[in-house]
Structure formats: structure tokens, C-alpha cells
């Protein structure tokens, strides 16, 4: 694994980069695997070796695939990140030696969620009741994080486009698409079945490996896969881009809507035990509403950033024959 993350720092060829990037979030998956960790390797293989791999090779055809000659001597970026490196160090001395039998995790947290857990959330799976209801807070957070980097990528890459480049890029997607059209026929009977898969993961996180994180990745995907066999023009006549931001948007109102209730019913920010007479069935609730609307905006906001994406690239695409033409005459 540190022989892989070397190599990809070290290499010119960014297309290479991005493989072997791709191959390193699998192997993680693998290793997440061996060591139970089923859902932290679902979550990699889908997001750190899928969607993330495929984004950057979006991005790649925008910026070329070899990665220019540095010219100057970045001396001072190397001070600061010793400076860093080393403080980051210095504040790992206190904590306790890894695999510590006396480290406070081993003591304390974990045994409460290990024990506890089934009684007090009322769902087989801990990782769910972790992520969900005892680090809700901190879920909340993530998914915000995932919110601002969409806006962030409408801020920077959206571009004004009209009826005429459309209609002008549709009709080489027709002629290029034409091509694979036993691609295209195939990808039509998976894609309900993709779309099925995602709604069984986004609602069988209670019970096993999933939830909103790698559902709205399986989701996401079945559009983007849309989006690069029938072309983006094609793709924006069947999925509204104005809703899709607003899922994204509505995706973190309504996480952040059930810890208000939980506030308005008289319990702490996100503590579901009051969103029902039963405190079981109220974590339920909260735990599915929640869920819900990550799975919302994580597959909103992945959507976006690969139309926006790619949208750019295939402008820059369209623009470059016209120009070849206008300097010619």
C-alpha cells in the first residue's frame, strides 16, 4: 500500500495516477473487509475506488493527461509541510500506543456500543447505530461538508448554455452513440435494476452493510452512467438539474429537521427516543429520516459535480472545432 501511494505521488502520467488511485481505494476496500469493517468497505469501494476514480478521469480530459514540468523550487511549501508533519506528530504523543489494551476505547466506548447498543437503538447493525444515532451530530456535519462541496462546484464550473450549442452537441453525441448501441441497449435493462439495489442498500442499513452514504453513491451512478452512453443533453431532458439541486438541498433541511423536532420535543439535538412514545421505535424513525435524506443529498450532489464536470468539458470540446474553423478562413 505505501509502495502504491509513492508511486502516485511521484508520477507525471496522471492518467496512470488515477489508476493506480482507483486500485488503492480497492485494496483498502479488501483490507476493510478481512477485518469486518463491511461497511467501511462498501463505503470505499463505492465512493474512494468508483465515483471519486471516474470524477477525476472526468476532470483529466479537461486538464490533460501529463502533469507539467515544475520550474521553481517549492522550498518554502516543503518548510511548511515539515512544520506541519511535525506538529501533527508532537500531538499524537499523548494518546494512548495503538492497540493498546488500556486505550479508552477499548474500556469504554466500545463496550458500550458492543453491549448496549441492541437495547438502547434497537438495530443489529452497530455501525449503523453508531453513524446514525450516537454520532448523529457528527454524520450531520459530513453531510454538510458534502453539500458545501456541491455548491462550491456550481460556484466555479457552472456555465450559461443555450438552445443552439444543445441542439449543436446533441446531434455529435447522436452520431458518436450510435455507435455503441449494444452498450446502450444493456444499460437500459441494468439501470432499474442498479436504481433497485440502491433503494434495498439505502433501507436495509439497519440490518446489514449500507445505508444514505452508499446508496446515494449506487443512485449517482446509475445516472452518470445514463449521462455518458445517451450524452448530457439527453441526460439534463430526463433528469432536471434545478430539482436535483434542490434534492441536495432538501437532503440536509430534513437531516437537520429531525434534530430540531427532537430539540421542539423536549430532547437533545438529534436524541430520537423522544420522536415517539416508544424510544425504540422513535430511534427507528430517526434513524430513517436521517438516512433518507443523506442518501438524498450524497447522490444530488455527486449528480452535480459530474454534470457540471463534464458539461464544461464537452463545451471546451464543442468550442475548439469552431474556433479551428473561424481561424482557417
Not at 515544475?70 to 509541510?81: E, G, S, Y
Not at 456500543?113 to 453513524?131: A, R
Request: hydrophobic letters at 50%; glycine letters at 10%.
Amino acid at each position: 500500500m505505501v509502495v502504491i501511494a509513492i508511486a502516485i505521488i511521484r508520477m507525471k502520467d496522471l492518467f496512470a495516477a488515477v489508476m493506480l488511485a482507483g486500485i488503492y481505494g480497492l485494496l483498502s476496500a479488501s483490507f476493510f473487509v478481512v477485518m469486518d469493517a463491511v461497511d467501511v468497505a462498501f463505503t470505499e469501494a463505492a465512493v474512494g475506488a468508483g465515483i471519486s476514480t471516474l470524477l477525476m478521469f472526468v476532470v483529466i480530459t479537461m486538464t490533460g493527461r501529463k502533469e507539467k514540468s515544475i520550474r521553481h523550487k517549492p522550498l518554502p511549501a516543503l518548510f511548511v509541510v515539515i512544520i506541519t508533519g511535525g506538529l501533527l506528530i508532537y500531538g499524537t504523543l499523548d494518546m494512548p500506543y495503538f492497540g493498546s489494551e488500556d486505550a479508552p476505547i477499548h474500556n469504554h466506548t466500545s463496550p458500550r456500543y458492543i453491549n448496549d447498543s441492541m437495547q438502547e437503538i434497537g438495530i443489529p447493525n452497530i455501525v449503523t447505530s453508531v453513524l446514525a444515532s450516537y454520532r448523529a451530530f457528527d454524520t450531520f456535519g459530513e453531510v454538510v461538508v458534502i453539500f458545501t462541496a456541491g455548491i462550491g462546484v456550481l460556484t466555479l464550473l457552472s456555465i450559461a448554455r443555450t438552445k443552439k450549442n444543445d441542439e449543436e452537441i446533441e446531434s455529435i453525441n447522436d452520431s458518436m452513440h450510435q455507435q455503441h448501441l449494444v452498450v446502450r441497449i444493456i444499460a437500459k435493462m441494468l439501470i432499474p435494476f442498479i436504481f433497485l439495489f440502491a433503494l434495498y442498500v439505502q433501507f436495509h442499513g439497519d440490518f446489514g452493510p449500507g445505508g444514505g452514504f452508499q446508496a446515494g453513491v449506487i443512485f449517482a451512478s446509475a445516472i452518470i452512467l445514463y449521462a455518458m452512453l445517451f450524452g448530457l443533453v439527453t441526460a439534463r431532458k430526463v433528469i432536471n438539474q434545478i430539482f436535483i439541486q434542490l434534492i441536495a438541498a432538501l437532503g440536509v433541511l430534513l437531516y437537520g429537521s429531525v434534530g430540531i423536532v427532537s430539540l421542539m420535543n423536549g430532547g437533545n439535538f438529534f436524541d430520537y427516543n423522544v420522536l415517539s412514545s416508544n424510544p425504540i421505535t422513535g430511534q427507528h424513525l430517526g434513524i430513517l429520516l436521517i438516512e433518507w435524506g443523506v442518501g438524498c443529498t450524497v447522490a444530488s450532489v455527486i449528480v452535480v459535480i459530474f454534470f457540471n464536470f463534464a458539461g464544461r468539458r464537452e463545451l471546451q470540446q464543442h468550442k475548439k472545432p469552431s474556433q479551428d474553423k473561424e481561424s482557417s478562413k
